[in-house]
């Protein structure tokens, strides 16, 4: 087993500039989750998707923010344009069903100067 | 919207002594969850709790579900320096048959002194 597999482990960018973030999830679980973490805020959930749909996409900051998920193996998040505030560490984890824990991936570093 | 308190924030121990850190909540949660994360990596996880009044260990690590569903607590006995690292709690609820996502604490913070 693979585990969460995220790309890439850091991503420096400029501010204006595009970002998209990858995570391939472990196969066969339904659920895939993107989170972000910054010393101040913790943990945030940004969005989550079961069988490739998402469910609640509460937490995505603002419209520059974006998910998709096209199959059951590969997610994306992407952040257009990017600025500073948005300089995170970037989780994705997968679940296999409601009563399972979450597994995460190593995550993205995201700096934007 | 859910938040946790987890307390303590940080603590700094000697080596071989036990740890306890505890996460409390206003709201009622399904699953509680107990991850470790190391400087560069992803939080894993380290025990999942499942029914209230739940008691379950794993090595020298041991969580309880609270019996009212809005409490859990971690202990770590006999303390050795690959424990240091960030403890989070997380808590999992349910809404129309579906897994919401995980609310986490803000962590705990171990330091052990060799």
């Known amino acids: 087993d693979a585990g969460v597999i995220q790309s890439p482990r850091h991503e420096v960018t400029e501010m204006g500039q595009e970002v998209t973030l990858r995570c391939k999830p472990i196969s066969g679980h339904d659920y895939l989750f993107w989170y972000r973490q910054t010393m101040m805020r913790g943990l945030e959930l940004l969005i989550y998707?079961?069988?490739?749909?998402?469910?609640?996409d509460s937490g995505m900051p603002e419209d520059r923010f974006s998910a998709k998920m096209p199959n059951a193996s590969f997610s994306t998040l992407k952040i257009q344009p990017s600025e500073p505030r948005d300089s995170a560490v970037y989780f994705c984890?997968?679940?296999?069903?409601?009563?399972?824990?979450?597994?995460f991936g190593n995550g993205t570093r995201l700096t934007v100067t | 919207g859910q938040q946790l308190n987890q307390s303590p924030q940080s603590m700094f121990i000697q080596e071989g002594e036990d740890v306890s850190m505890n996460c409390t909540s206003s709201s009622i949660f399904n699953t509680w969850l107990w991850y470790k994360q190391d400087p560069g990596e992803g939080p894993v996880l380290l025990i999942a709790l499942y029914k209230a009044g739940e008691l379950t260990s794993n090595g020298r690590l041991t969580a309880q579900f609270g019996i009212t569903r809005k409490d859990s607590f971690l202990n770590i006995s006999a303390s050795i320096p690959s424990d240091v690292g960030i403890y989070f709690c997380a808590g999992q609820a349910y809404s129309g048959g579906g897994a919401d996502g995980l609310t986490f604490g803000k962590g705990t913070h171990l330091i052990i002194q060799p």
């Open positions: 998707f079961n069988n490739n749909v998402p469910i609640d």
């Open positions: 984890a997968s679940g296999g069903r409601t009563n399972s824990p979450l597994h």
